[in-house]
């Protein structure tokens, strides 16, 4: 009866592991931004997505405060992560004028992930784990 009961559980943990591994595989990484390099891209938030696995948003923006107007998407982290450095889900919104700090895609594309922005109209910065010193372990719970 107990070799039963173990290769039950064997069985059972198999395929529990079978199940978790795509969505395991399925996390991409972060190795298409250029890390070495940064661009401040300046302009008009025309969407933002407060949702897992990454905060997202689009903007119109200009390269270095110079150029045309560009459509540029931008990544961060995932708002459980965002939300340690203050940000909420109404951090920005369409419309709000912003600087962005961003590591550029190594392909040349309009991509970006984000390490600090800046609302201008208010000169608040808000920072993501790329940009500064982890925040305390222990973050307590703010009302919402």
Same mark, same amino acid.
Request: glycine share 8%; net charge positive; with cysteine.
């Given at each position: /009866?107990? #070799?039963?009961v173990? &290769?039950?559980?064997?069985? !059972?943990?198999?395929?529990?592991? /079978?199940? $978790?591994?795509? $969505?395991?595989?399925?996390?991409?990484?972060?190795?298409?931004? @250029?890390?070495? &390099?940064t661009?401040?891209?300046?302009?008009?938030v025309?969407?933002?997505k407060?949702?897992?696995?990454?905060?997202a948003?689009q /903007?119109?923006?200009?390269?270095?405060?110079?150029?045309?107007?560009?459509?540029?998407?931008?990544?961060?982290? $995932?708002?459980?992560? %965002? $939300? #340690?450095?203050?940000?909420?889900?109404e951090?920005?919104?369409?419309? @709000?004028?912003?600087?962005?700090?961003?590591?550029?895609? #190594? @392909?040349?594309?309009p991509?970006? &992930?984000?390490?600090? !922005?800046?609302? !201008? @109209?208010?000169?608040?910065? %808000?920072?993501?784990? %790329?940009?500064?010193?982890?925040?305390?372990?222990s973050?307590?719970?703010?009302?919402?």
């Amino acid at each position: /009866m107990d #070799r039963l009961v173990s &290769r039950s559980l064997v069985a !059972l943990c198999l395929a529990a592991a /079978m199940f $978790a591994a795509p $969505a395991t595989f399925a996390h991409h990484s972060y190795a298409i931004y @250029d890390s070495a &390099r940064t661009l401040t891209l300046s302009g008009t938030v025309e969407t933002f997505k407060w949702a897992n696995p990454h905060v997202a948003f689009q /903007m119109s923006a200009q390269e270095n405060g110079a150029g045309e107007q560009v459509g540029w998407g931008i990544e961060s982290s $995932a708002p459980s992560i %965002l $939300a #340690r450095f203050g940000w909420t889900r109404e951090s920005i919104k369409p419309g @709000d004028r912003i600087a962005a700090v961003v590591s550029p895609r #190594r @392909d040349g594309s309009p991509i970006g &992930r984000l390490h600090t !922005l800046t609302l !201008l @109209d208010t000169g608040q910065v %808000l920072k993501t784990k %790329l940009s500064g010193p982890e925040p305390p372990a222990s973050v307590s719970a703010r009302p919402h």
